[in-house]
């Protein structure tokens, strides 16, 4: 194997020596993707990244020689496939890899793709992470990243300077800029500033930087730059379009594309310098969290020009209403579409009667999720004596029936220490109807739904119930004007949400 | 999704008055007072949502009891031509079902209340009608005589006077003035407010919180830039408590920061900065022929308001007053004189 530094091996053999791909690939048994290939044989001479990029360079034994990262991704406490070959640290914890083919199999359904693999023992479902769709553009961001990253982190520097000494810490308007940083657990992993633009009636974006980390989700801190870039646009009230004719990089920033490829909708492919409004869109969509059961129903409603994608994306990142609120409201209520634009006039008793009584419904089974949601107790929770504040809720799935209203709760163990309001009891699934007044036609409902299974009204607190039905609800700890408080801020933040 | 039933419960006069009409006369008096409360306000409205729960709860109450007799219905029989104001009827003509016993029994003195069940089993009307998806907005872009972008002011003018010559072309073009800066804003409205010797014509204003605001009349005043100085001045702020620099200049404020500042859309928000525009207008014109010097800091909706309302009244009263803005811009520490909306000469 020939060396590419002038550390290696310059004897003249080496002139004669076959390519590094080859050696490579007969050693392994791969079949390297192209642009593997020539990077392996011809590495970046980009000087900023000579440290960084693993290439076969001598000693064999440190880093970033080839050999030793093999060797370090081979101590990795989940075993990564032999096809994976490593091309560059992603942080201090996970290696980005070129996913190869094996000599004598089909080729792996991701073969050329750039993938993440974690040392450390996580998740399997964050393992081998997408990072780019291939070598070649990966190589073009990290590069872009790496050169411009201090400058990026000192120009952000100033803004967050400027902010301070002109804002004195209030809420900047529409207009002005408005510096954010992204963390988790401590560690920044997004930052970004930008304002409204009436030049252009749209959100112009001067500093825009994400890094990865190793207890972070690949992409993460993209994601979550770019749904907050993407609800401030809609709700300084512009076109939806972004602009970065004044970022560091002239364009839209290198690691937003990278994370545009993997989602398959890249931005700046028709204006290099901007995300479109429909570019703008298809990516909110992408970036908002949401179960499949709300995506399905929210494309039929966007389908038929009931409602703008982005505007119901800005309701979930706002938090004005929850998944689970969201998917209740769209799949049972023909108010729906009114509750989402703020509500029929109070004085409308008729409409109103029905809005409360289904948005207090919503309410209380957000309340209800958030409460299966919690951590399961383990014995070590006696002896903290310190609080961790830690997001460590547990991820229910659902299931609406819209023609019943009732949810269909489901988990592994879903309430192992006995159902929260007095529920029944259940070990993997629950089936709910939320009614703020039930009715006699409810309990029979109830009633016939347990035959399947643990299933409960769940009520307000002070809502009737007759006596010896009691047993069929759960009640929510808030009373009927609670909820109302809320679905009234609810609606009002719809209404008046918008700049 | 579920279908929504409505049971019309049957409440004897006696038990009526006994429970419940002390109750519904408290709701009818917010409903009452609403009507006249300034535009966005809510508070009467919240107090009649309470209220009528509260007699909604009796009634449920009765019914549990087996007090009462109940007629169920559907949404499917719901009359698209009576408002449905309260929930409780006592004259046949509001009923919003057509169901002979209810109408019988309002005959007799009763009273006939309607509980709305959201989650009754069944398939209604789908949440949404067939239809095109809504299209992503176009982006807003001008450019110069070479075809470049605009930037920065120029664009930002260029935008809006965009808008406004389109307005001048045809009743019903829309303008949108929501993040369109004080200065640009005003001097904009000024331009294509006047007599311009094309017919007036009258533009719908939106905001980009999806709101409407009072539809604006541009082309049809007879507008100068002379100020007579033998009139009495009189010098506003805007808004009360926003830019207290000010204050020393002014005095008064045009509008109170806390009836504008409310969470309202942006819409009524313009509404209301007009209604109280035309009645201050009409109190000091009472008076005779006043200048007014308006110390403007921004909140667009509360500039369209107050400028529609001058162009209301100088349209009814030519020439019975005058308006002298005075801009206010970041960074400056003189007020900026716009074109006044004075008279001919």
Known sequence: ?499 | VSTERYDLVLVDHELWELECAGLAREAELAVRRQRKALVGERREALRYDRIAETVERQVRTMVQKGFVEVLETSVADLSSTVRHDHSWVKDETRLPFSVPAAADHIRRGGTVVVLCDPFAPGETARVAGPGAPIPPQEVDRVTDEDGRPLRGGRARRALWERQLVAARERDGAVVVPTAVSNTILTAGLRRHAGLDGRPATVARVMYRDGSEGPPLRLGAVELGDRVPEQWPLLRFAMMSMRHNEIDPDVDGAWFRNRLLSRSTTEGQTDELAYELSLRRLDRLLDGGPVAIELHQTGLQAAVMGFYRAVADVLFDRPGAFAVRPKLHVPGRDQAVDATPWGLTS
């Open chain 1, 1 to 499: 194997m020939s060396t590419a530094s002038s550390g290696g091996d310059n004897s003249p053999d080496a002139a004669d020596a076959p390519p590094n791909s080859v050696v490579l690939a007969e050693r392994l048994g791969l079949v390297l993707p192209d642009p593997l290939a020539t990077f392996l044989d011809d590495p970046p001479a980009e000087p900023a990244l000579s440290e960084l990029l693993y290439r076969v360079v001598a000693p064999f034994t440190e880093p970033p020689s080839l050999p030793w990262a093999f060797a370090l991704l081979q101590q990795a406490a989940q075993r990564p496939p032999l096809e994976l070959v490593p091309v560059a640290p992603v942080d201090d914890r996970s290696i980005a890899c070129v996913v190869s083919g094996r000599m004598g199999r089909s080729l792996p359904a991701d073969y050329g793709a750039v993938v993440r693999w974690h040392l450390d023992d996580i998740p399997a479902r964050a393992q081998r992470a997408l990072l780019d769709v291939d070598l070649s553009s990966y190589l073009e961001t990290y590069t872009t990243e790496v050169i411009t990253r201090r400058q990026g982190l000192e120009s952000f520097g100033e803004r967050v300077a400027e902010y301070d000494a002109a804002r004195g810490g209030k809420t900047p308007r529409a207009h002005e800029p408005r510096p954010i940083r992204k963390a988790c657990q401590n560690v920044i992993i997004g930052q970004g500033n930008w304002h409204h633009d009436g030049a252009f009636n749209g959100l112009n974006v001067t500093d825009w930087q994400t890094c990865q980390v190793p207890h972070v989700a690949a992409h993460e801190g993209n994601r979550g730059l770019l749904a907050s870039t993407l609800a401030e646009a809609f709700r300084a009230g512009g076109t939806m379009e972004v602009r970065f004719d004044e970022h560091l990089e002239g364009r839209v920033p290198a690691s937003l594309r990278q994370y545009g490829r993997v989602l398959g909708c890249e931005p700046g492919r028709r204006d290099e310098r901007a995300i479109t409004p429909d570019e703008a869109r298809e990516l909110m969509l992408e970036v908002t969290p949401m179960n499949e059961g709300l995506r399905e129903v929210l494309h039929e409603l966007f389908e038929r020009g009931s409602l703008a994608p982005e505007r119901a994306c800005y309701l979930l990142l706002a938090g004005t209403w929850k998944p689970i609120e969201l998917e209740f409201l769209l799949r049972t209520s023909p108010r729906a579409i009114s509750m989402l634009s703020g509500g029929a006039d109070p004085l409308d008793r008729m409409a109103r009667q029905a809005e409360l009584a289904t948005g207090r419904a919503a309410v209380a089974l957000g309340m209800l999720h958030a409460r299966l949601s919690l951590p399961l107790a383990t014995e070590d929770d006696t002896d903290e004596k310190v609080a961790v504040v830690e997001d460590a809720r547990r991820e229910l799935a659902w299931h609406i029936d819209g023609r019943a209203a009732t949810v269909r709760f489901e988990a592994p163990t879903l309430a192992p220490q006995g159902t929260p309001w007095n529920g029944p009891r259940c070990e993997s699934a629950l089936v709910v109807a939320p009614r703020s007044h039930p009715a006699r036609s409810d309990f029979e409902l109830v009633e016939s739904l347990s035959g399947d299974g643990p299933a409960a009204l769940v009520i307000p607190a002070d809502a009737a119930c007759p006596a010896e039905l009691e047993r069929a609800v759960m009640r929510c700890p808030d009373r009927i004007n609670a909820l109302d408080r809320v679905v009234e801020s609810r609606l009002t933040a719809a209404r008046v949400g918008r700049a």
